[in-house]
Nanobody, 126 residues
Framework: QVQLVESGGGLVQAGGSLTLSCAAS????????MAWFRQAPGKEREFTAAITSSGDSTYYADSVKGRFTISRDNAKNTVFLQLNSLKPEDTAVYYC???????????????????WGQGTQVTVSS
């Protein structure tokens, strides 16, 4: 059974940093693109960042570009999201996800994703 388990969320002041982790189990994901989405209260879930299977290419939403960094450790079947210079508007539940297809494209819509974690809450205070 495939499972994605996020961790690392918490409460942080504006300007602070957090590192989120997503540990995958059930099968190896070393050949899959992996992504992070987030969902703020009362808003749609939105694409945040993605990384190719080898880690040689990444893609970010404009709202987080230059502040967030996605990375992965295939030996540990884990993907990370480093959140720096956090703003109150970054407050959301953060989810990791695996797309239905892993190719040279990055997919930013929820329907393109097959596996999801349960999410981890990030709250940024002003």
């Amino acid at each position: 059974q495939v499972q994605l388990v996020e961790s690392g969320g918490g409460l942080v002041q504006a300007g602070g940093s957090l590192t989120l982790s997503c540990a995958a189990s059930g099968r190896t994901f070393s050949s899959d693109t992996m992504a992070w989405f987030r969902q703020a209260p009362g808003k749609e879930r939105e694409f945040t960042a993605a990384i190719t299977s080898s880690g040689d290419s990444t893609y970010y939403a404009d709202s987080v570009k230059g502040r967030f960094t996605i990375s992965r450790d295939n030996a540990k079947n884990t993907v990370f999201l480093q959140l720096n210079s956090l703003k109150p508007e970054d407050t959301a539940v953060y989810y990791c996800a695996v797309p239905k297809i892993s190719d040279r494209f990055f997919y930013i819509t929820q329907t393109s994703y097959e596996y999801w974690g349960q999410g981890t809450q990030v709250t940024v205070s002003s």
